[in-house]
């Protein structure tokens, strides 16, 4: 047991946990108004000894809201910044305790334009030798050793940190070219631009921004791209000696850019991260969170949309709508990317228009305990919330009139109705407040009793028509069909069919054990792909014919015939025994209500048919495990859940044959699945020929595109072994004197004989 | 007169520069460089130490898989093949040459664009 508990406190300690950066509640500020407290930010779970470098941003903030720092005992400031005066982003240095003690003294400063106010704070651990960059969220490390041009740009792609792949450094900006002048001490400095290419014409060599032209002649202001960040020193650059090819900056000591041979050694510095704004820094380790304040009565609602793994969030978009006349309506046809971290926020996109609904019910200290407020109950999802009825009386207001209530300083927000018990009304508070913390939190202790869980209001009460917004809802959409279709057919693969063939047999005679393969309410709501509340052979059947391309899951390809979307707590409150009384269909829109004018809202999504969740959140009360396996396994995978393959293409009598084989090395193997992409303008899929043993079921449907193909034996009875083998034969449109590139393996899948899935090496 | 406006017109004609044909300029073999940038169906230079029967891979830098690869008997000397692009959606690339044994004989980075 003991052995079990150090391994477990290694575990943790080694993967992280703990570590964080807690936001405030939203709220409103008052235009004009310098001073304003911001604090309500916290971090923790470091040690007292380690020295964090932390970020304090304000996003895109309305013309002239800044923040400062009251106190700021302990830290130094980050290169290029100042502790003192008013910011809009602040990097600092400093333990745990100082940069707490700092937050807690932050206040902002707002000017008259109304708006949003993002407000972010990032920390970890400060890294020595890398240098942080407060204006665009990126790493960078000065190489000192030096290398010619082309081996300074192959060793910092070879580089990683926190795992972000590094790249030569690209300067942009005034501000990054400035950073660099101040943090590296040596003098010219290889950064990513070449003309290597063509004489003259200057082009950004790595990164992000790899190609983009710098100037079309050399000269310092000669042929510079409008637009485009360029800082030459005067006559350069001149390619002294015809051979001058890439750039440096520091020229000399100096700020200025020059060219130089490629070959010379020269200091260089690697940089990491790919986002512009801070906020959608994706550093592991690397901790933060924001909140979203107003400069004024602004109406916003953020939506944090956890996809789990394997999903770029940056390719969904979000609109809002409002729910009127049984109609959902755009409010705006504006629509807003998802950031990297699936965040985003609707403010032109929210109708701010009030209705009229029923009456609202505000709680304040009174004499006599009129009310009182239930625990959590997860099977309501909710608090009951009674107030006994001789409040009512003279008043004409019945139970279902009451829509809204304000209860002391504990909550504020919708309610719903529920029934009469004894002398007590009934209504739903939704989801679970935190009662007890904010109960104990409450400015009005004395009119509040603790008693067996529940708390009694010593109360009066007023009621007023109830003025609230409209019923809204977000929908989300996905760049381009084609690329929803290419992920889907990621997301539903072998080894989802396999998990729910597993599932299925391994419930027993009689078909009512607990099968094995399943440990998660959601995986039996996504593995009843019939959605009729009942996981069975019919839903296997279906899974199977969409692997084999015979029928797919749905008849439609449109995003709301195959996402899923959940409130967190919905979503987490799914079990293995509950799963089929809760909501189980895809929508890409999700209803949300508007309280106030900050609002925050946690969706979790999820797909039709994503079995094993690999594109899909993991719900709460499974995350430290399943996300310690899910991290454990990116680290085994490669040793113990893999199976090699091995891939050939060439010309066989005018026709492209490629072959793929199998090892399955040590591994129990019963299903694989490869996407095999093909240029269509050039060739034309002509088949798929299957060399298998043990009876699988082999498919090869041509999308178009591209080939899914691969094997299942769905009761696991026999493997498939070394002799497997697919050729798939495509026609040319055109000569082929040469194949390389013509087709190409994207995606690939395998799945063990007890479910797991498996990595496919291809060699 | 005539005669004299005849001889200039033949020693203007043997002053002509002759019609050399000018040798084409010598082409960048792919492995010779670290790193190069390819467009679809873009030539690709190099040369073999012996005939025989080849491989052309491309690896994904990042997961190390190889996404494409091509065999193909070659020729002693320079040998031209072209590389296609289109179906490829990785943008950093290793371009692999090995002989018929898996034997590594050259290898470079290429960028798709």
């Known amino acids: ?763 | 007169m005539k005669k004299l406006l005849f001889i200039f017109v033949i020693l203007l004609w043997g002053c002509t520069k002759p019609d050399i044909p000018l040798p084409n300029p010598p082409v960048e073999k792919i492995f010779s460089v670290g790193e190069s940038s390819v467009t679809n169906g873009q030539s690709i230079h190099f040369d073999l130490p012996s005939a025989g029967v080849y491989t052309l891979t491309l690896i994904d830098k990042e997961s190390g898989n190889v996404v494409s690869r091509e065999r193909f008997t070659g020729q002693y000397g320079e040998n031209v093949k072209k590389i296609y692009t289109k179906s490829i959606s990785v943008k950093y690339l290793y371009l692999l040459l090995e002989d018929v044994t898996k034997k590594e004989i050259s290898k470079t980075t290429i960028i798709i664009n």
Not at chain 1, 11 to 27: C, E, H, M, R, T
């Open chain 1, 1 to 763: 047991m003991k052995n079990l508990l150090v391994t477990l406190f290694l575990l943790i300690s080694f993967l992280g946990f703990g570590q964080s950066v807690s936001a405030p509640d939203s709220k409103s500020f008052t235009p004009s108004t310098n001073g304003q407290d911001g604090s309500g930010f916290s971090i923790s779970g470091f040690t007292t000894t380690d020295v964090l470098l932390t970020s304090i941003s304000l996003i895109n903030p309305p013309t002239g809201t800044t923040f400062y720092l009251g106190t700021t005992t302990g830290l130094a400031p980050a290169s290029g910044f100042t502790l003192t005066g008013n910011k809009t982003r602040l990097v600092v240095t400093g333990t745990m305790a100082n940069v707490n003690t700092a937050l807690a003294s932050l206040k902002i400063n707002t000017g008259a334009t109304i708006g949003n106010i993002q407000l972010s704070v990032a920390t970890t651990i400060n890294p020595t030798g890398y240098y942080y960059n407060g204006v665009n969220g990126h790493f960078y490390k000065p190489v000192s050793t030096g290398a010619n041009f082309a081996n300074a740009i192959t060793t910092a792609r070879n580089s990683t940190f926190k795992g972000q792949k590094g790249y030569l450094v690209t300067i942009t900006s005034s501000d990054e070219d400035l950073f660099i002048y101040n943090n590296v001490p040596q003098s010219n400095i290889w950064f990513a631009a070449d003309d290597r290419t063509t004489e003259g014409r200057w082009v950004i060599s790595d990164g992000p921004e790899i190609g983009t032209l710098l100037k079309t002649s050399n000269g310092q202001y000669a042929g510079n791209v409008q637009g485009v960040y360029n800082n030459w020193a005067s006559g350069e650059p001149n390619d002294w000696g015809g051979n001058e090819d890439a750039a440096v900056t520091k020229w000399g000591g100096g700020f200025y850019w020059n060219d130089l041979s490629t070959a010379n050694v020269n200091p260089y510095v690697i940089e990491y991260g790919t986002w512009t704004n801070p906020d959608d820094q994706t550093f592991t380790e690397f901790y933060n969170n924001s909140v979203t304040h107003s400069n004024g009565e602004v109406l916003s609602a953020r939506f944090n949309i956890d996809f789990g793994g394997n999903v770029d969030e940056t390719k969904f978009s979000a609109k809002g709508y409002t729910y009127t006349n049984n109609t959902w309506n755009l409010v705006n046809g504006t629509t807003k990317q998802l950031s990297g971290l699936g965040k985003v926020d609707l403010t032109s996109g929210l109708d701010t228009t009030k209705i009229t609904d029923g009456y609202k019910a505000t709680i304040v200290p009174g004499q006599v305990e009129w009310s009182l407020i239930n625990p959590y109950e997860p099977a309501r999802n909710g608090h009951r919330l009674q107030i006994d009825e001789r409040v009512f009386y003279g008043t004409g207001i019945n139970l279902n009139d009451i829509k809204y209530i304000k209860l002391f300083d504990i909550y504020e927000g919708p309610i719903t109705p529920l029934d009469f018990n004894g002398w007590w009304k009934q209504w739903l508070v939704p989801n679970d407040i935190g009662l007890t913390n904010k109960a104990n939190a409450s400015s009005y202790q004395s009119n509040i009793r603790l008693q067996d869980g529940w708390y009694a209001f010593k109360a009066d009460y007023t009621f007023s028509v109830n003025q609230m917004y409209k019923p809204h809802g977000i929908e989300l959409s996905y760049v381009n069909q084609t690329d929803l279709n290419t992920l889907y057919s990621n997301i539903v693969s072998v080894s989802d069919v396999y998990l729910a063939f597993k599932e299925l047999s391994d419930k027993g005679i009689f078909g009512n054990q607990s099968g094995m393969g399943f440990s998660k309410g959601i995986q039996y709501m996504n593995a009843d792909v019939d959605m009729n509340g009942v996981f069975d052979e019919n839903d296997t059947y279906k899974l199977l014919q969409h692997l084999t391309g015979v029928q797919p899951l749905s008849q439609y390809t449109a995003l709301t015939y195959l996402i899923k979307l959940y409130n967190k707590s919905d979503y987490d409150s799914i079990t293995p025994n509950n799963w089929n009384t809760k909501f189980n269909n895809t929508r890409n829109l999700i209803p949300f209500t508007l309280n106030g004018l900050n609002n925050t809202y946690n969706i979790s999504v999820s797909w039709l048919g994503d079995v094993n969740l690999s594109h899909s959140a993991q719900p709460a009360t499974n995350a430290v495990a399943s996300n310690s396996i899910r991290t454990m396994s990116l680290t085994t995978n490669s040793v113990s859940n893999q199976i090699n393959a091995e891939l050939m293409s060439e010309n066989v009598g005018g026709n492209l044959v490629v072959t793929i084989s199998i090892d399955p090395l040590q591994q129990e193997l019963v299903g694989t699945q490869f996407q095999l992409n093909y240029d269509n303008t050039a060739l034309k899929f002509g088949k798929v020929e299957f060399v298998t043993k043990g009876n699988p079921t082999n498919f090869g449907t041509d999308k178009g595109t591209y080939v899914i193909l691969g094997s299942l034996i769905t009761d696991g009875s026999t493997t498939l072994d070394k002799t497997t083998e697919y050729k798939i034969t495509f026609s040319p449109l055109m000569g082929l004197s040469s194949v390389l590139g013509l087709t190409s393996i994207s995606a690939t899948d395998a799945v063990s004989k007890n479910g797991a899935q498996l990595k496919v090496k291809v060699n």
